[in-house]
């Protein structure tokens, strides 16, 4: 008897240890899931974590928007091991937010995606330098160091080097330097331009202390060259989702609710985004609030005004996206009509135009956002 | 007798206390040492302007002082104090692990049984063993989240079998060690009274074993939360430490005393499950009979 007590009890006493932590987990991740029980469930799989990038998809379930739509949608935050493609394709979600060229680049390996919503109207990505350096111009970046993430996210930088003669695939004439995720190189001029979305790291620059002057950079500091203003900007952030799932009547009717909800959502953003940048607070309460702040007002200007109405694809838009991506994603064709339809999102603004919201925005200006120290 | 009844526990309690306070005291001495270490390291390159191996500065190494307030400021203009943020985080992160832990312990005892009764089990099944500890656990995160969430499981429960993953290597290869390590002549006399083998394995081979498997649960301990957070990416959960870790890996260079924090806190949630082990051990241990422990 006394010889079984002694594993026993040490069994026991690593079991209750782990019961308890058990416990008190699933105590505090139990959310009651009953009365959604009659809506129908879908899964939104963002391209990066929660961040006011994502504001208008947390604004229409937070303020309700889905549910009225008859949907319980779960908004799974991404990260860098997570490639939205894969995570629709795979069917762990139905919808997915990812950049243009992202669709594209897979649909060309056989992954059968489709473009439903095109969200972002104009391109985020710039070039920056400092100011005293006088590279104010792609061309001026002849012989310099210019940085980029790569893996996808250099084409339209890529696409603006070649434009102005130099051919940063092989090197010559520029040097490419791989850019990682804190713009901290930049700070110590590591390399002569650096590439920046206007809602993250052109703010990560302004928001960090110039150790001459002791007071922060000002964007008089910089040079900010707009891919966009280049001619080479891309279509960003748009809903995907796989062609299998959308052939079906029933998966259309269920697309059509989730875009209005959606562009709801963001509609909500454009004209109460104070509120908005408290959503995604809430939603990610380790974010820095001034950073957050920026980055709405960001978002909104790449997706306000939006002449065709929000989420409509702009032919001539994709055509130049697709051109860019063919040359420089080494595609085996030409991305064509196929890898989007705009029917859905025109039935979504048609549903939102009847109920009397405004779904271009034409009079959404711009505010002003003082960046804070650190993004506090 | 009352003399000497009232002394004894007396003088024990002094004895006792006595080292506690050495102890204590050490702990402070080397916690002491480290926190100059750190400190004078900094201020030497910093004030020498010495850029090897790295630049030294506010980014590369806050003051320790700096990180430990990070812990008690809001982690966002008025969001809740970021130890409280980190508290929960590592509440959740602990679940995933101890799950995880648990897991990876019972399966590593019992593919450590097969092969000390066998030896045809040792040698198919060993290779594999340990061929599954040379596959990163990076590459096998996403695919058993990927499975997993197939088969509509909660997120949380694919991080606890990613954590299993990396818990389950050191318990096999231990417990295999142990089962082995039982003294022949007492083999010998359970055969000779034709004892069963699995009379065998628990009042003989289990026990002389236990030595071997609890140092692998100390080490499993510390690898389970290691795997959790690991695990944690893949799997889109941003409620635990290695969701913090991203965010805060992003926010960097604007403040970098935040990540530095929730590495403290990752570090104190693998101490706590390390003495978790170290107290279960106590127990076991002392309950064992002499000559088998």
Same mark, same amino acid.
């Given at each position: ?91 762990? =979600? ?65 696409? =603006? ?32 331009? =650096? ?65 209005? =909800? ?115 | 007798?009352? @003399? ?8 024990? #309690? ?26 004078? #390291? ?17 980014? /590369? ?24 943020? +980190? ?17 990876? @312990? ?19 099944? +060993?290779? #594999? ?20 969430? $197939?088969?509509?499981? /909660? ?26 390590? @039982? ?10 009274? @034709? ?24 080490? $499993? ?73």
């Amino acid at each position: 008897m006394k010889q079984r007590r002694y594993w026993v009890r040490g069994i026991a006493a690593l079991g209750v240890a782990t019961a308890i932590w058990a416990a008190i987990g699933t105590a505090g991740a139990s959310p009651t899931k009953q009365h959604a029980a009659k809506l129908t469930k879908v899964t939104l799989q963002l391209k990066w974590v929660t961040q006011a990038q994502f504001a208008g998809y947390y604004a229409a379930k937070a303020k309700g928007y889905y549910k009225q739509a008859g949907l319980d949608v779960n908004i799974k935050a991404g990260g860098p091991q997570i490639i939205p493609e894969q995570v629709v394709a795979g069917g762990q =979600a139905q919808f997915g937010i990812d950049w243009l060229s992202s669709l594209m680049t897979s649909r060309d390996k056989g992954i059968d995606l489709v473009n439903i919503a095109q969200v972002f109207t104009r391109s985020g990505l710039t070039l920056i330098t400092w100011k005293d350096t006088g590279i104010n111009s792609i061309a001026k970046m002849k012989g310099k160091t210019v940085a980029n993430w790569l893996g996808g996210n250099e084409y339209e930088v890529f696409a =603006a080097l070649v434009k102005n003669g130099m051919d940063p695939v092989t090197q010559k004439g520029v040097k490419i330097f791989q850019e990682p995720f804190t713009m901290d190189f930049f700070l110590k001029r590591q390399v002569d331009a =650096a590439s920046a979305m206007t809602y993250n790291e052109l703010a990560q620059v302004l928001e960090a202390t110039n150790d001459k002057t002791g007071k922060l950079f000002k964007l008089s500091d910089l040079n900010v060259i707009p891919m966009q203003k280049v001619g080479t900007g891309m279509l960003e952030d748009g809903v995907f989702t796989t062609g299998k799932w959308i052939k079906d009547k029933g998966h259309q009717a269920i697309a059509k609710k989730f875009l209005a =909800a959606s562009f709801k959502g963001w509609i909500y953003c454009r004209d109460h985004w104070r509120d908005c940048v408290n959503t995604v607070l809430k939603n990610g309460p380790a974010l820095p609030r001034g950073h957050q702040t920026w980055q709405m007002n960001e978002i909104n200007a790449l997706i306000w005004p939006a002449k065709l109405g929000i989420g409509i694809m702009n032919p001539a838009d994709y055509a130049r996206s697709a051109k860019i991506v063919k040359t420089y994603g080494k595609l085996k064709k030409l991305p064509g009509h196929e890898a989007y339809r705009t029917d859905l999102a025109k039935a979504a603004d048609a549903t939102l135009r009847r109920q009397g919201v405004d779904i271009t925005g034409r009079s959404w200006k711009k505010a002003k956002v003082n960046v804070t120290a650190g993004g506090k | 007798m009352s @003399a000497i009844a009232v002394e004894r526990p007396r003088e024990r #309690y002094v004895e006792g206390v006595k080292r506690g306070t050495g102890r204590v005291a050490l702990f402070v001495v080397v916690l002491g040492s480290l926190w100059g270490l750190w400190e004078g #390291y900094r201020s030497l390159w910093i004030h020498q302007g010495w850029t090897w191996p790295f630049v030294v500065d506010n980014t /590369t190494m806050p003051h320790i002082h700096d990180i430990f307030a990070a812990l008690g400021r809001p982690s966002q203009t008025g969001g809740p104090l970021l130890g409280t943020l +980190l508290w929960h985080a590592a509440l959740f992160t602990a679940k995933e692990a101890a799950v995880g832990f648990a897991l990876g @312990a019972v399966v590593g005892f019992a593919l450590g049984v097969l092969p000390a009764h066998s030896k045809l089990a040792q040698r198919g099944l +060993l290779p #594999y063993v340990v061929a599954s500890q040379t596959v990163p656990i990076l590459a096998i995160a996403p695919i058993v989240v990927i499975y997993l969430g $197939s088969l509509q499981v /909660t997120a949380w429960v694919s991080v606890a079998v990613i954590a299993a993953y990396l818990t389950f290597f050191p318990v096999t290869i231990s417990t295999l060690r142990g089962l082995t390590s @039982a003294d022949r002549r007492a083999l010998e006399l359970m055969r000779s009274y @034709a004892t069963g083998p699995w009379q065998v394995l628990w009042k003989l081979r289990v026990p002389s074993a236990l030595p071997y498997i609890f140092t692998a649960l100390k080490v $499993s301990a510390t690898a389970s939360v290691v795997g959790a957070i690991i695990g944690e990416a893949p799997s889109s959960i941003q409620n635990g430490l290695g969701g913090e870790i991203v965010v805060f890996n992003q926010y960097y260079t604007l403040d970098p005393t935040k990540l530095w924090a929730t590495n403290v806190v990752a570090a104190l949630l693998g101490i706590i499950f390390f003495l978790v082990v170290v107290v279960a051990e106590k127990l076991v241990v002392r309950r064992a009979p002499e000559h088998v422990a």
